[in-house]
Every structure is written in structure tokens, then in C-alpha cells.
């Protein structure tokens, strides 16, 4: 149980550090080493008592959209991006694109499509039942890039295109993002209330 315990905390904190990877190079190198032994500090903290998955994945969430605030600073200042963004054809397909591993696990295996489940459990999983590192990554990559896709797909239509403040509603993106929000209902939702019920003792998965 110990070894199992450590193993999945090397997992959690390996799955971290390449996160973190993701921050601009500037930030990276100033703040990068500060912000990994801070996480352990906290998940050391954290498991002199019960670590929580609630907790973990708060701390990623905070650390995934800390990612996307520092790299549109960046993309302030490129006149191109903000162009990409604003236009509503290229920000629905950069959503879909962002939303779809998730989305495409979800079907696959919520459906049960058997020529797919068995490739896909072989890659991502330990013996077709708990994610393997590969797994994780996806996974929560995928959650932490819902949310972020539904934003980015709203926001053609969050600009103003006269100075009266009229906003125009596209078909494309209100599709695409009416599909984004059921995905991130049924999966955010069903991890919400998997914990509830963990907590109330019904069921710990």
C-alpha cells in the first residue's frame, strides 16, 4: 500500500513538472523551480493527513489557467493571434480541436464502441482498469482544456461591433460551444458528484 501511495505520488508529481513545462520560457525560468517545490511542499503538507483528489486537481486547474493567463500576455501584443481569435470560424475550430480528446474518450468509451475500447484501454490504462501515466496526461489535460475552449469559442461573440455595443451570434460557434458546455457537464460534473458521494460513504471509486 506504501509503494502503490509513493508510486502515485511520483505519477502526480512527474505530471506536474511537465505541466509546468508549458509556461512561457521567460516565466518558466524565473518562477518554474519555485513553483514545483512549493507543490510538494504543499502535497507533502496534504499527505501527512488524507491527500484529497480535489485537492490535486485544484492545484493543477489554478497552475492550467495560470498557463493560459501568461501566454495570452504574450499574445497581446501579436496582432495576428488576436486576428485568429476574433474571428469567429478559426475560434470554433481551434475549440473543437482543444475539446476534442476528451470528447472523443467520452463517446468511445460512455458508448462502448467495441472496435475502439480495446486499443484505446490498451494505450491509456494498466490491464484495461486504471489510467496509466499516458492515461492521466490525457485525461487531465483534456478537463482542464474544456473550460478553456468554451471560452475562447464565446469570444467572437463577445465583441462589440459598434460602438452602440451590438453583439452578433454565429450558428458555427453557438453549435460548438453548446457541445463543449454538455461535455463539460457530463464530465466535470460526474467527477463533482463522484466525490460527493465519496465523501458521503455511498461510493469510492
Not at 461573440?157 to 453549435?175: D, H, T, V
Request: with cysteine; charged share 20%.
Amino acid at each position: 500500500m506504501v509503494y502503490v501511495h509513493m508510486f502515485g505520488g511520483r505519477i502526480i508529481h512527474a505530471l506536474y513538472k511537465k505541466l509546468l513545462t508549458l509556461y512561457p520560457q521567460r516565466f518558466r525560468e524565473r518562477l518554474g523551480e519555485s513553483m514545483e517545490q512549493t507543490f510538494r511542499d504543499l502535497y507533502r503538507a496534504h499527505n501527512e493527513q488524507t491527500i484529497s483528489r480535489f485537492f490535486v486537481l485544484s492545484i493543477f486547474t489554478e497552475t492550467a489557467f495560470g498557463i493560459v493567463r501568461e501566454h495570452l500576455f504574450l499574445f497581446k501584443e501579436a496582432d495576428i493571434m488576436k486576428n485568429i481569435l476574433a474571428n469567429p470560424t478559426s475560434a470554433a475550430i481551434i475549440s473543437f480541436i482543444l475539446a476534442f480528446p476528451i470528447g472523443f474518450l467520452r463517446l468511445v468509451l460512455g458508448s462502448d464502441i467495441e472496435p475502439l475500447v480495446a486499443p484505446i484501454e490498451s494505450v491509456l490504462t494498466i490491464d484495461g482498469s486504471q489510467p496509466n501515466a499516458l492515461g492521466y496526461t490525457i485525461i487531465c489535460g483534456g478537463l482542464l482544456l474544456l473550460p478553456v475552449a468554451f471560452v475562447l469559442n464565446l469570444r467572437p461573440m463577445l465583441n462589440k461591433e459598434s460602438p452602440a455595443g451590438n453583439r452578433r451570434l454565429y450558428m458555427l460557434n453557438i453549435i460548438v460551444g453548446s457541445a463543449i458546455l454538455l461535455l463539460i457537464i457530463f464530465t466535470w460534473g460526474g467527477l463533482i458528484l463522484e466525490e460527493i458521494y465519496c465523501l458521503r460513504g455511498i461510493r469510492c471509486d
